[in-house]
């Protein structure tokens, strides 16, 4: 079977068995835990804690991994081992609280010896040292014999942290045959021959913090089947490398570096190996809106791409490589992943770019570590310093760096490096909020009582509802006009009054998925749970925040029609003074590209087209063409605007009725904020006209302080200016006539043609233009001048003519490192700057030494 047949056989053999077809969750988890999806529960966790709803009791999943970041890191093993894969898919069944062990066992076995044909004398079953009941299920009702059931104790036992779900766990194994080990099962034989294929986690404890386990109420199932090397199994090969969807993205590789996979020696194949894996992982995070940077998720990609692009160097390819591997993988895997095919041209791209980026810095970076490596005696390790100047300026990841290193068997001063980035870096960076109160248990515990939140928020400003919880720091209603953060919208702040009290509402969250808590600002009276309250949001604030949010909407139209479609929003920040829109953009905006930017948006505006908020389908919002915004968490049933006639996207914000509502657009500020990474920042409505209020004042004040009309404030610039040149002009005439003013005095301390001296009072231009004019005098051929500067810093001035038998730069080498600077060394004029002015006189005694006057 292959790779395609094989995801639709488990896909149809659970569908029939009354189980949900959820699709392959993004690569990027809502788990802050972990930088990628890395199993196929992880989208899932929710519903087996009980935190969300799940979409019914079964699910069946084909779930995108990737392993190559963090505690879960596969990737200096690609290539070097017959199974480890940094992208993989998970195929896995799931019961929430329906069936469990018996049926979950029984349908494992009946799927892989029906349905995939295995052969059952050549399947082996691992279960935990104390779980009686599945080796009873395995031997009774499957018919698996008692010697080839096998006892494990931690790796069959399986922990979704240090508490909450756990779990024993069943694994089946494939016997490959005496040729690849010794006999004995899982336990005790070779370990490439017992291989595992499946893994049956039974959650049905709860473990607690002092370590003892009761009983889940409602025990389920998770199961994970590694794709990859499952079809290695029923094609009958020794690796996942020669299944045929790998195997087909090796001899592209190969093609393209003229590298025979057949023939190729192992160290070559490893490099092959390397392209094919990478290249899957980098289009499926591309594709999910992963960008490569030097922060979090962004670094790991960029490190896997510039793995890739240094293994196809080490093959002698020059060209660039990884465009045509990514068009190869769309093309293998485009009918099971449509995204793929839709994001192609985008994923090409910026694949591209990075390839060729690194590839104009690899070959010098790598003729530096190579000089580097080869002037290190034995046993010495490469320097820190160095590893960051790879890194920092030539772009060498660390690890590619101590790969590099490991090859030839050299360590690498990780610690010096350590230091080196953190006084570069030298940044705080952006904490992640800590929910600030409600005990979670608790608030899962109100969603199952009285439901998800029932917001009101879209229609009404003031809502009535019941106090179903409060403590000191946040009250819950049952319903509530009050807008819970999320989808880059700040929370609403307002009231909530009852006949006895009044809490002041600072911010508003979700304490759980679904359930709005309001964080209390302060408290008048009392207020209780059981009471009807009176909510209140800030309507003012609201107003200026849904005009702001629709606005990024518009925005991101616009910014995607000047710039292109490559721009994707990599983050958002909604507040009521102004709006902030994170994007993928390679460089700049020119002054032209922002106004552009900003016509358009406001010409849309002007237009005042209606504002349509309305909930449908996934699918339906997908056939009308909606664009997800990055970070925010999608179900079946989605929120969709249409915002005028050019912008479709998914939000489950607050937005204005109209586009004339939003007022005129201003972009305040445009930057970078990572690599690939822009950041725009700008105001609407109220907030642009006092800007431009402000901006007006401030024009009319500098006027004023010109003496000139408001009109004419910019001719008055220019005419300070051509005043302040002429000026300056005499200040430095004035200057070099002081120069030489005093040349002919100094000259006269000469001694046989040389003059060494300390001339305070002068800046560093005034001491290089007397030193000239000094060195100009009849009789003198060299001269040295030294000052204490009025600011701070102390400088040296050498001069010497044609004719000198000095050297101006050689003079003052040694005086220069004793003031602690430096300068470009010249033969006939140097200047040299420092910091040490209180070493200025030992510095002159030394030029006096190397000019032999001493």
């Known amino acids: 079977m292959k790779a395609n047949e094989v995801r639709k056989a488990f896909t149809d053999f659970f569908v029939e068995r009354d189980h949900i077809h959820l699709p392959s969750a993004s690569l990027i988890p809502h788990d802050p835990t972990l ?80 349905v995939l044909g295995l052969d ?50 069943s694994e089946i194994f494939w016997d490959k045959g005496p040729e690849y080990g010794t006999d004995g099962g899982p336990e005790h034989g070779g370990e490439e021959r017992f291989i595992e294929i499946w893994n049956l986690v039974f959650m049905q404890f709860d473990q607690l913090d002092d370590g003892s386990k009761t009983p889940l109420p409602k025990p389920s199932i998770d199961t994970g089947m590694g794709l990859e090397r499952t079809v290695s199994v029923l094609q009958g090969v020794d690796s996942v ?53 030097n922060e979090a998720r962004g670094y790991v990609l960029r490190r896997i791409l510039r793995r890739a692009v240094r293994h196809a160097y080490i093959l002698g390819v020059d060209d660039p490589v990884m465009g045509a591997m990514v068009d ?18 985008f994923v090409r791209d910026v694949i591209h770019r990075e390839e060729v980026g690194f590839r104009e810095t690899l070959r010098k970076g790598q003729a530096i570590l190579d000089e580097q490596l080869a002037s290190l005696g034995e046993g010495e390790a490469l320097s820190g310093d160095t590893a960051f100047l790879l890194h920092d300026t030539y772009g060498f990841p660390l690890e590619v760096t101590q790969e590099i290193t490991g090859e ?100 508003t969250r979700y304490g759980v998925p679904g359930l709005h808590i309001h964080e209390i600002d302060s408290l008048t009276g009392e207020v209780s749970v059981g009471q009807q309250a009176t909510a209140t949001i800030d309507a003012d604030r609201r107003a200026a925040i849904r005009r702001n949010h629709t606005a990024t909407h518009i925005l991101h139209w616009a910014l995607r029609r000047v710039l292109g479609d490559h721009v994707k929003q990599q983050g958002s920040h909604v507040g009521p003074d102004r709006l902030r829109f994170d994007f993928s953009h390679y460089e700049a905006l020119s002054t032209e590209q922002a106004a552009e930017i900003e016509d358009l948006v406001n010409q849309e505006v002007l237009a005042n087209g209606p504002c349509r908020h309305f909930e449908t389908t996934m699918d339906h919002a997908e056939h009308l063409g909606a664009i997800a915004f990055f970070g925010d968490k999608y179900g079946d049933v989605v929120q969709v605007l ?100 005093q040349a002919p005095t100094l000259a006269a301390q000469a001694l046989d043609g040389v003059l060494v001296a300390r001339v305070d009072g002068v800046d560093r231009d005034g001491l290089r233009d007397l030193a000239v004019s000094v060195r100009d005098q009849p009789g003198v051929h060299a001269v040295v001048l030294g000052a204490a500067l009025d600011g701070s810093g102390v400088a040296l001035a050498s001069a010497v003519t044609p004719e000198s038998p000095h050297n101006a730069g050689v003079l003052i080498a040694d005086a220069k490192s004793t003031i602690g ?33 001493s």
């Open 408 to 507: 030839r068997g050299v360590e690498v001063d990780v610690e010096r490096f350590g230091v080196a980035m953190a006084e570069q870096q030298r940044q705080a960076k952006e904490a992640r909020k800590v929910a600030a109160a409600g005990d979670t248990g608790a608030l899962v515990a109100l969603v199952e009582e009285f439901g998800e939140t029932d917001f009101t928020g879209r229609a009404d400003d003031e809502s009535t509802a019941n106090v179903i919880y409060i403590d000191d720091l946040v009250v819950v209603l049952d319903r509530t006009p009050f807008y819970a953060e999320s989808g880059g919208q700040v929370g609403d702040t307002g009231t909530i009054s009852t006949e006895s009290g009044e809490a002041r509402i600072s911010d």
């Open 328 to 345: 190869r993988f769309v093309e293998l895997m485009g009918g099971d992943y449509p995204d793929l095919v839709k994001n192609h041209d």
């Open 241 to 293: 490398w020669e299944t045929d969807e790998l195997n087909a993205l090796l001899r592209t590789a190969g093609q393209l570096t003229g590298v025979d996979p057949d023939s190729a020696p192992e160290e070559q194949l490893v490099s092959l190996r390397i392209l094919a894996d990478h290249a899957r992982s980098t289009s499926m995070l591309v594709s999910d809106g992963v960008f490569p940077s």
């Open 35 to 114: 930088l990628f999806t890395v199993a196929g529960m992880v989208p899932l966790k929710n519903y087996f804690t009980g935190e969300e709803q799940a979409p019914g009791p079964r699910a069946i999943t084909v779930q995108k991994c990737v392993r190559a970041g963090g505690k879960h890191n596969d990737l200096d093993e690609i290539g070097r081992t017959s199974r480890h894969l940094t992208f993989f898919e998970m195929m896995g069944n799931f019961s929430f609280g329906d069936y469990f062990k018996s049926d979950a066992i029984a349908w494992a076995w009946e799927f892989v010896t029906d």
């Open 642 to 741: 249409e915002a005028g006639t050019n912008s479709v996207e998914l939000c489950g914000g607050t937005h204005v009725r109209a586009l004339g509502d939003i007022g005129q657009l201003r972009i305040v500020s445009e930057g970078s904020i990572g690599s690939n990474i822009r950041r725009v920042e700008a105001v609407t409505g109220l907030a642009t006209v006092e800007l431009l209020r402000e901006a007006v004042a401030r024009g009319a004040a500098a006027a004023d302080e010109l003496n000139v009309p408001p009109d004419e404030l910019l001719a008055g610039i220019h005419r300070l200016q051509a005043e302040h040149k002429t000026l300056s002009n005499e200040y430095a005439q004035l200057k070099q006539q002081l120069a030489v003013g």
């Open 821 to 853: 600077g430096g300068g470009r060394p010249g033969d006939e004029l140097a200047v040299a700057g420092g910091k040490n002015v209180e070493m200025l006189d030992e510095a002159l005694d030394q030029v006096r030494a190397a000019a032999g006057l």
């Open 120 to 169: 059952p004398e050549r399947l082996w079953v691992t279960v935990h040292l104390s779980d009686d009941e599945a080796a009873a299920i395995w031997h009774d009702e499957v018919g698996v014999p008692a010697e080839r059931i096998q006892r494990l104790d931690e790796d069959n036992y399986w922990k979704m942290g240090d508490v909450g779900p756990c779990g024993p766990c």
